[in-house]
């Protein structure tokens, strides 16, 4: 089985690896930093001839048929596509260059319909395959200073959810993961206002739940045919919470942020 993987040099991505090698999966590594992803194959422990370094930067896919069929030429097929990466945001909307906008948006949620318009005739003719987005918790409600990123994120439930029902017929399924608070370094690598990183750590993904555990539960949502799987702590509760009670949700959330 092949898994191409997304924002695979680093935290959620970087864990899918090791799972998915654990699995003896042959596995595509994608993401901008080279060097990165050949350490993350190594410390995953993939042979050469289960493992495809494949650097892209998603903010620029215009080439991304070519990327495909190089995926295609080595192994063949792509059974899963697991598109993993995104960047996250720390800004006031009203202050956010449009330039930033289009940037998150571009690698959140385009580089992702790109991809799959290029894979699916490849899944269509192998009979079959498997489609993993991850959104996030804020794909489920808007949260103070994320206000792209949570449209990014919005923005790929509906697609993803639509995608499902035209996939069908043809044996392809669609699994949307939402994960909570997740121990890795995006706050930190979040873009400014102004599109410079806002290098501060943040307290909820340094509390949050290890990289690792959610790879293996995605690998079991995915091989058990799950459509979505929430994953994380408590805060995984929050959209419920929000659609039992929003009058008491925003009060909460609006506290929480001391606005
Ligand atoms: N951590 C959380 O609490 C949390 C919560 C909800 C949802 N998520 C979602 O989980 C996914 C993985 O996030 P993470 O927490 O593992 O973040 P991370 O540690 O910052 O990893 C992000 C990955 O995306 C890649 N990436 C970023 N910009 C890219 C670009 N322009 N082109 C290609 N690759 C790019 C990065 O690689 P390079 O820098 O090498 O390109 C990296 O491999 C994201 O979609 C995120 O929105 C995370």
Request: with cysteine.
């Amino acid at each position: 089985m092949v898994v191409w993987i997304t924002g695979a040099s680093d935290g959620i991505g970087a864990a899918l690896v090791k799972e998915f090698a654990k699995a003896d999966y042959s596995v595509v590594l994608s993401a901008r930093r080279e060097s990165q992803l050949r350490q993350v194959a190594v410390d995953a422990r993939l042979n050469d001839d289960k493992c495809m370094i494949l650097p892209l930067d998603l903010e620029y896919t215009e080439d991304i048929q070519k990327n495909v069929e190089k995926i295609v030429g080595r192994f063949g097929r792509i059974d899963v596509l697991l598109l993993n990466a995104g960047i996250s945001q720390k800004g006031m909307a009203e202050n956010t260059l449009e330039s930033v906008e289009r940037s998150i948006m571009e690698v959140n949620y385009f580089a992702n319909t790109r991809i799959v318009k290029a894979v699916l005739p490849h899944m269509k003719a192998a009979g079959g395959g498997k489609i993993v987005v991850v959104s996030s918790i804020i794909g489920k409600f808007g949260g103070p200073f994320l206000s792209t990123y949570s449209a990014s994120k919005h923005a790929l439930v509906g697609y993803f959810e639509s995608l499902r029902y035209e996939v069908n017929a043809d044996k392809i399924s669609v699994l949307i993961v939402t994960p909570g608070f997740i121990r890795t370094g995006i706050a930190k690598k979040a873009v400014t206002e102004d599109g410079s990183a806002f290098n501060e750590d943040s307290k909820a993904q340094e509390k949050g739940t290890e990289p690792e555990k959610v790879a293996a539960k995605i690998r079991k949502a995915l091989e058990g045919g799950r459509k979505h799987l929430y994953v994380g702590g408590p805060e995984t509760f929050t959209p419920m919470f929000k659609f039992v009670f929003p009058g008491l949700f925003y009060k909460i959330w609006k506290k929480l942020h001391k606005l």
